[in-house]
């Protein structure tokens, strides 16, 4: 396990090799940092990769090929060890390789390689999943960086906005406490795009939007300048922040992928907002983070 540091002269961001996550993004001028720092009193992790599954599946587990796999919450590319490939002065690539361990549970040879490229103010985040198996592989993956929210310890979270894209409003998926979806939403009125940082926005888990609603999210100080914003052209996107414990972060959330649906009784090939990868092929999608 390693922290590889990467520099541009305006941004500095680290990424530990353990789960390829972001650990820090800062600003070089004046030491701002935007990540959230891992306290596990509130939620131990920065920025893991969702990988090759999203959010909880039913009784845990999944069918494909008439075998039925077990699965953990958001897969296991997040809670493993990815070997360093190149490290440049401001760009970084690590890379996750199927092995025995990995098919016992997904039971394809795949390549999942992640990248972060500074440029300016921005940090790409990059994904490339290639299918070594002679057939099909299914997948979902996604992003999960946490920022914090307030950014300045004077503030309060409660005084934040968010801000989307769209103008009027979100239709939100609602997520049970099984961690399934179900076939309820809730809307959220906007304001110029604009929504405050309540605590209540996020009873029901997180606020998950699907249909491509939203293409930039951002987050706001009080006096409504944005200082984070995240760009994305993924069909599904959540915001969260853990219910009922005023954590001093909120995560922007791109997917390729969901959970399962409470009624859900398919295979893998059948998962809502799922990816496939033809033998041979490669899939390849990013998003953006912009601070200051």
């Known amino acids: ?86 490290h440049e002065a401001s760009e970084v690539w690590f890379i996750l390789d199927a092995d025995e361990e990995t098919k016992e549970k997904y039971p394809f040879d795949f390549k999942l390689e992640i990248g972060y490229r500074l440029d300016g103010k921005r940090l790409k985040v990059l994904w490339r999943v290639e299918n070594f198996s002679e057939e ?30 769209a103008r009027d409003c979100i239709r939100c998926t609602v997520i049970g406490r099984d961690g399934l979806v179900d076939d309820h939403h809730v809307v959220h009125e906007l304001e110029n795009g604009l929504l405050p940082v309540k605590a209540e926005l996020f009873d029901r888990d997180a606020m998950v939007m699907e249909d491509g609603q939203v293409h930039e999210i951002s987050l706001l100080t009080p006096d409504k300048k944005p200082y984070v914003k995240v760009s994305f052209d993924t069909p599904v996107v959540a915001v969260w922040t853990p219910e009922r414990m005023n954590a001093p972060f909120v995560c922007i959330e791109p997917w390729y992928g969901l959970c399962d649906h409470v009624d859900f009784d398919g295979t893998l090939e059948e998962r809502k907002w799922g990816n496939a990868v033809e033998a041979g092929k490669r899939f390849a999608a990013e998003y953006v983070i912009q601070v200051g």
């Open 1 to 86: 396990m390693a922290v590889c540091e990467i520099s541009n002269g305006e941004l500095t961001a680290a990424v530990d090799s353990y789960g390829a996550e972001l650990k820090s993004l800062r600003n070089v001028e004046n030491g701002t940092e935007y990540m959230w720092c891992g306290d596990p009193a509130y939620w131990g992790k920065t920025s893991p990769v969702l990988f090759p599954f999203i959010g909880m599946l039913k009784n845990g587990e999944y069918r494909f090929g008439g075998e039925t796999y077990p699965m953990t919450k958001h897969g296991f590319a997040r809670d493993m060890e990815f070997r360093l490939v190149s």
């Open 136 to 165: 099909t592989i299914y997948f979902s993956i996604g992003g999960h960086p946490a920022f914090n929210c307030p950014l300045y310890p004077e503030d309060r979270r409660e005084d934040y906005f968010l801000r989307f894209d």
